[in-house]
């Protein structure tokens, strides 16, 4: 699927949760519970982990990221997986991040129900 169509998608799903009023344990975020978790998409290839921290520190403490990166040159590959202090945070992350435009780029913010950092990635931790 088309990672464009995927942030319409999300957001037709907020809108839609929104005209119903429906209750927090009926959402579509309840099945993410569980995880602490966001995918990140669409990222432009020069936000370093520092930069991306800045934009979604902005709804919760940020306590590990992984940006996914070429391993011969180096060069970021535009998406990354963080993780928040507390779950609570990716909903508003994904309610209020996805399909926002970075340096030109709309980006992408889903749920991750199952992730695991790499253990020897010397990737930032907090």
């Known amino acids: 699927m088309n990672p464009l169509t995927k942030v319409k998608l999300i ?6 949760e929104a005209q119903l009023g429906a209750a927090p ?3 579509w975020h309840s ?8 995918f990140l998409g669409g990222l432009p290839y020069e936000l370093t982990e520092g930069d991306i921290i800045c934009v979604f520190s902005q709804y919760g403490e940020v306590v590990n990221i992984h940006l996914v990166r070429d391993k011969r040159t180096g060069r970021s590959k535009g ?3 963080l993780c928040y202090e507390d779950q609570r945070s990716t909903i508003l992350a994904v309610d209020n991040l996805n399909g926002i435009r970075i340096k030109g780029r709309t980006i992408r913010v889903d749920h ?6 790499p253990k020897d990635s010397g990737e930032a931790r907090m």
Do not use: M
């Not at 099945?31 to 966001?38: E, F, G, I, N, P």
């Open 25 to 27: 344990g009926v959402s």
């Open 31 to 38: 099945q993410y519970k569980d995880s602490a978790w966001v």
């Open 11 to 16: 957001q037709e799903l907020n809108d839609r």
């Open 112 to 117: 991750v129900s199952h992730y695991r950092a």
């Open 79 to 81: 998406f990354c997986f």
